[in-house]
């Protein structure tokens, strides 16, 4: 009864830049945290960022700097920038919120994931 719809994702040179969304859907009392996850081929699964219903930021060490999340709490949105990208940044992309339910029963969701390329 909750969705989590990704979109943004894509073929990027290096140095260029992708903005993601992520919109969340359905049966929901409060979001409590979002956030951005990523899996490359033959690695784990790593944190990208994530953002606080009060708008505080975490971000991965080897994103920080480049990269920005930001929500609209309004429309139950987050969005990840993402500049300066490099092909180590090649990666499907998941979107995950933290989230009260109107059953009031607490859980993660996860989005079904966006692929992002960064190639020449």
């Known amino acids: 009864q909750v969705q989590l719809v990704e979109s943004g994702g894509g073929l990027v040179q290096p140095g260029g830049s992708l903005r993601l969304s992520c919109a969340a859907s359905?049966?929901?009392?409060?979001?409590?945290?979002m956030g951005w996850y990523r899996q490359a081929p033959g690695k784990e699964r790593e944190l990208v960022a994530h953002i606080t219903s009060g708008g505080t930021t975490n971000y991965g060490d080897s994103v920080k700097g480049r990269f920005t999340i930001s929500r609209d709490n309004a429309k139950n949105t987050v969005y990840l920038q993402m500049n300066t990208l490099k092909p180590e940044d090649t990666a499907v992309y998941s979107c995950?919120?933290?989230?009260?339910?109107?059953?009031?029963?607490?859980?993660?969701?996860w989005g079904q994931g966006t692929q992002v390329t960064v190639s020449s």
């Open positions: 995950n919120a933290n989230l009260i339910t109107r059953a009031f029963i607490t859980s993660d969701y």
């Open positions: 359905g049966s929901i009392f409060s979001i409590n945290v």
